[in-house]
């Protein structure tokens, strides 16, 4: 912190130096400060920038980027995050899978008394009812999402500062065509 302290004060006195107004006392003060301030930590064997010393300047970088973390760490938001609406998808594509099984059934029942169990046309009005099936579910489970999208959204979280709930967010991304941006 001491390091810190004369850092930022030789900022200040970089700066008042370069206004153009007049702050020489102001400057004297601010240099006498930086001067004790040195004086103090070559008295404690804290570490300084020194010229000649490439490793003492090494360990001073590197604490004060430790100090750093440890100051801005108070600073750091916990946002744990999940799905929005994942129940109500959940059920949209429930529906859907019904709404398409619903289909095939049909389809299923129909072709069967007309050509019987276990035969050729039957098998192949299976296959088909099944495709048509997949397509309504695909196409269901679109309409649905795109219902839930405007009620719901990707990822919503609570911003809390140790286990004080200060607020939420709600984030949805979505892609659009080409010709629509």
């Not at 490439?54 to 946002?79: F, P, Q």
């Not at 495709?131 to 999402?145: H, P, Q, T, V």
Request: glycine share 4%; hydrophobic share 40%; aromatic share 14%.
């Amino acid at each position: 912190m001491s390091y810190m302290l004369n850092q930022y004060t030789l900022r200040l006195i970089t700066h008042l130096s370069n206004s153009g107004r007049r702050y020489s006392e102001q400057i004297a003060a601010l240099s006498a400060l930086v001067r004790d301030e040195q004086h103090y930590r070559k008295q404690m064997n804290y570490l300084s920038v020194k010229e000649d010393d490439r490793l003492e300047n090494r360990d001073l970088i590197y604490s004060h980027g430790v100090l750093k973390k440890y100051v801005e760490s108070a600073l750091y938001l916990r946002v744990p995050k999940k799905r929005d609406g994942v129940m109500v998808e959940q059920i949209y594509y429930s529906l859907a899978a019904g709404l398409s099984m619903i289909f095939a059934t049909i389809v299923s029942f129909y072709f069967q008394q007309r050509f019987g169990n276990f035969t050729w046309p039957f098998f192949l009005v299976l296959v088909i009812s099944y495709m048509g099936k997949d397509r309504i579910k695909e196409l269901a489970r679109y309409y649905f999402a795109h219902r839930k999208g405007s009620k719901y959204f990707d990822n919503k979280a609570k911003i809390n500062i140790k286990d004080q709930n200060i607020g939420w967010i709600k984030e949805g991304v979505d892609f659009l065509q080409r010709e629509n941006s």
